[in-house]
């Protein structure tokens, strides 16, 4: 009863404080008539025969208004849903009836009433993909091709892979963390790009830095609850690091898709799909010792590779800058959890461990997977 | 070309290349609050400022005028305020209208937050110029600016305080127009009388005081919003009035900061113009387009007399400027209907 009293009155106090202290106003006498700091970040961007809609999110000072809307320096009547000022962090839909015109690029400024002008770029206009079975399915199509393929492709070595011996495992578990090495940087600083374009109210960097370790806390903890994983344990939990970031590359193309700048030809989507074979060689490599059967070949499939799928469907229907960035956060906290736990396990395969760690299977096998990535990858860079 | 149906457009092929998108669909939303802001850009075509009349020993007139400069947020599109300084409470600043010999007096009264000054185009002594040193005053002080009434002409006045460029975006300008006296003009005296505010010859006349303007509302050093007498767009939302049985005369004066020439296209007619005002008969004749470098100023004169009613555009044409704001309509009718 004590207790519960000795921890009531400092609460009290506390709340009595911030009602004193927002009664107050101290900061009153500072104000010097400036104007409030307004911020605008469009989020999406919607072309479609009906002219331009953007969502638009504020994350001014105060609530603000959108007085007027300039579409290639020419004002354009417009509708706010829903109207009125805009809330801080909250988010509007302004639909701009503009004859936009296809292949070239558009200049869309919004005015508020304080006379700041925020400018958004238009860099292509294409006509955003609708929500139709057709293009979900081919979607699903490009997503199973980048995401689902490859890493069944991996998993393919499993029955080759199963003959090697101590060096050769311990090859193909350092190609695994040179992989995972290669992602993990991949991620984190596609993450903090992502970040850099949202609101500022969701503090992008910081966002990214602590969403990744609190994931990676989060998975070490339930990984270590019944001991260290290997084998089977293990492969799954590199197959969801990989799905986390499969999610995010199927969001990278389908963002790529609804704002029409890449051409997304089958050249990019083949290189994407070579890049990710390797994928299935690092899942494949914990479960060497033992006899899986056949169905945890497909759970790790769809695990690794369906979420390219799903990112698909996000990045072309739901884009917004902050929750891309949120998901790769994630997954890059979800690798780093699985290169720990696959460094572990390599580490308790060998007696000597100082040994293996520079051994030339070790090191070949890291840098392989590091150079493997990279060079791949500067396939699908455009 | 997924996604953009072809099909779902209209056939008529003077349609809006979308639905729904007529050529109205550029415009401002909304409408400026006039009495708020305490002017109109309708009632300022035809508002001049004339003072207060003595006459002086030597029997020529004394014309007084009162301008204060003035701190004032303004409505200058729907929605968009813009923290100008003005004269008198107003951007563009009074019409000061005075006939040319006559002796004038302005006393100037800076209220605003910073120093200020009227300079006017004319003839005029050092003293009275309005640059820094000569009639340039601080917050809180009062000068009379004195010269006489020349030349004839459509001229301008603006505050010459630096930086200037800041000054005269801020609002600090207006017309200063001298009516030509006909009695010192006996061969074109009929013109001249025409041009003399009140006289029989002039009530024929509809005169309209066009001040072109523009504001840069996030100081970047470009204008978001181009007009005529500061509203963007106003005379699109509240077309001119316009009686085709009498001619009409423009003072059009170009303030527009940040660009190095502003125009004024008339559609669907053709006029007479008359560079900075000060001849009687025209510099340019017949044109439907003419340009203005900052602080140049002219008198346009045409008819619409052989005209069908109905709205008559006219703009910059400088498509940016015209996208912008300065745009506007001639409803164009007889006196009748
Ligand atoms: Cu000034």
Known sequence: MIRLLLLFVPLAVMLGAFVWIASLDPLRSFNNGAPPVEALTVERTILDETGIQILVRAGGSEAMQIAQVAVDDAYWTFTQAPPGAVARGTAVWVRIPYPWVLGEAHRVALLSNTGTAFEHEIAVAVPTPKATAGQLRIQALVGAIVGLLPVALGLMFYPAMRGVGRTGMNFLLALTVGLLAFLLIDMTLEALELSAGAAALFQGSAMVWLTALACFLLLMAIGRWRGQPEGLALAFYIALGIGLHNFGEGLAIGGAFAAGSAGLGTFLVLGFALHNVTEGIGIAAPMLRIRPPLWTFAALTLLAGGPAVLGMWTGSLAYAPQWSALALAVGAGAILQVMVEVSAYLMRQNSDRQAALFSPAVLGGFLGGLAFMYATAALIKV | ?337
């Open chain 2, 1 to 337: 070309m997924a996604g953009h149906d072809m099909s779902a457009m209209p056939t008529d092929p003077y349609a809006a290349p979308m639905p729904g998108m007529a050529h109205g669909n550029m415009t401002t939303v909304g409408v400026v609050d006039h009495d708020r802001n305490g002017f109109d850009p309708t009632t300022m075509l035809t508002e001049w400022e004339t003072g207060l009349t003595d006459l002086l020993p030597d029997g020529r007139t004394l014309r007084t005028f009162e301008v204060a400069a003035i701190d004032r947020e303004i409505e200058i599109a729907p929605g968009i305020f813009f923290p100008a300084w003005t004269f008198n409470d107003r951007v563009p600043g009074p019409a000061l209208r005075a006939k040319e010999g006559e002796r004038l007096r302005i006393i100037f009264r800076n209220y605003g937050s910073h120093p200020h000054s009227m300079h006017f185009h004319g003839i005029h002594s050092a003293r009275m110029d309005g640059v820094p040193g000569a009639g340039l005053i601080g917050p809180g002080e009062e000068f009379i600016y004195e010269f006489d009434a020349k030349p004839f002409g459509c001229h301008l006045y603006h505050c010459h305080a630096l930086p200037l460029k800041r000054h005269i975006h801020k609002g600090m300008y207006g017309l200063f127009v001298i009516d030509p006296d006909p009695a010192r003009h006996p061969e074109n005296a009929a013109v001249a009388a025409s041009r003399v505010l009140g006289s029989p010859e002039n009530a024929r006349w509809q005169e309209l005081a066009m001040v072109m303007n523009a504001f840069d509302i996030n100081f970047d050093g470009a204008n978001e919003i181009y007009a005529v007498n500061t509203v963007g767009q106003a005379y699109m939302n509240a077309p001119i009035r316009i009686d085709k049985s009498r001619p009409v005369r423009i003072y059009l004066v170009n303030v527009t900061e940040f660009d190095p020439i502003n125009s004024l296209h008339l559609h669907a007619n053709f006029f007479d113009y008359y560079d900075t005002g000060t001849t009687l008969t025209p510099t340019l004749r017949t044109v439907d387009l003419i340009m203005q470098c900052q602080a140049q100023r002219g008198i346009l004169e045409f008819s619409f007399a052989e005209h069908e009613d109905g709205m008559y555009m006219f703009h910059a044409h400088q498509s940016e400027f015209t996208e912008l704001g300065w745009v506007g309509m001639f409803d164009v009718r007889g006196p009748e209907a």
